[in-house]
């Protein structure tokens, strides 16, 4: 036999068969769901909810424009980071420093040693004038 | 609520929505009928009926605010159960297969005769034809077994299946037409399997 044929019968058949199972609710069940759904109040959004979303998002957006202005305009004592030299926080954390700028319990004073960079001179002597002038001449 | 007078959905509605908790009772009597079909027709697998229908309520209920009334409201409700009840059948990782030899020999016989002949079904006959069907459709895809049973076992039309479930008139006819090549296919190989 044709396979549509076949299932064509099939479903005819099966359009036959009674469904006697009860469709009203069962006892309780309306009173249980329109407790339970009355309850939890409908959050339906008000226009302050709608007008806060909206400026929500707009802060969102400023926030994320500022962040990437910030990074840009500070790239320079970013990249100063990873290529050596002094540490780009080292003002503002001399200052804030118990200790003072340039003592040497101050981090932020800490010179880096780069790669490229030659080592420094051994000082001979205790003056620091001494030395500068060394340098110099 | 009185048989007699007729339905009063808009008024009923608008006390659901002032919070009214009778009018919520109510609302849910009538449309349970309708919700309750739907769900026993896609109900899939380990899930009780009634925790399905409950679900589809507390929708109804959720999105209440969103009804506009561009379509009668059975209709919305209707869509919320089916859309529900295919979301169910997608969570099913595993459809199950079925095999001839799962039959009773009873019920073998009655599909032999119903193929046979449809001429004259005996209920008995009907119920086994339903009950094969029902194990068929349980491996289709969610989409192409909604399509099948509103189509082909409750007789709907294509504009009525497109109310209920949103779908174009092409994509249902494309739907329908694969998936009864597909059951067909598996039909001819469980008559195959029964012969050999």
Known sequence: MNPSTAWQRLTVAARRAPDTRDTAAPFGFSARVAAQALASPRRQASIFDQFSLRVSLRVLGAACALAVTAVSVSYPTVAGLFSGGVAPASSLSSRLSPAGPGSPESPAAVEIPSVDTPPATPSTGDDPVAELVDVVS | ?196
């Open chain 2, 1 to 196: 609520m009185s048989d007699d007078q007729p339905f009063d959905l808009v008024g009923r509605l608008d006390r659901v929505r002032g919070g009214d908790q009778i009018a919520a009772r109510e609302l849910v009597e009538y449309l349970y009928p309708t919700v309750i079909r739907i769900v026993r027709s896609h109900l899939p697998r380990r899930v009780a009926e009634e925790d399905l229908a409950q679900e589809v309520f507390m929708k109804m209920f959720t999105r209440l605010g969103q009804y506009q009334g561009a379509v009668p409201f059975p209709h919305w409700v209707s869509r919320i159960a089916v859309t529900t009840c295919i979301d169910h059948l997608r969570a099913q990782k595993r459809r199950p297969e079925f095999r001839w030899a799962d039959l009773a020999e009873d019920q073998a016989e009655a599909i032999d005769r119903v193929t046979a002949d449809e001429s004259a079904v005996a209920p008995n006959d009907a119920m086994a034809a339903r009950e094969l069907v029902a194990r068929l459709l349980d491996e289709l895809k969610p989409d192409d077994r909604l399509v099948i049973q509103l189509l082909d076992l409750e007789g709907k039309t294509i504009e009525e299946i497109g109310a209920i479930t949103g779908w174009s008139q092409t994509l249902i006819k494309v739907r329908a037409f694969r998936a009864r090549k597909k059951l067909q296919k598996h039909f001819a190989e469980l008559k195959q399997e029964e012969g050999s």
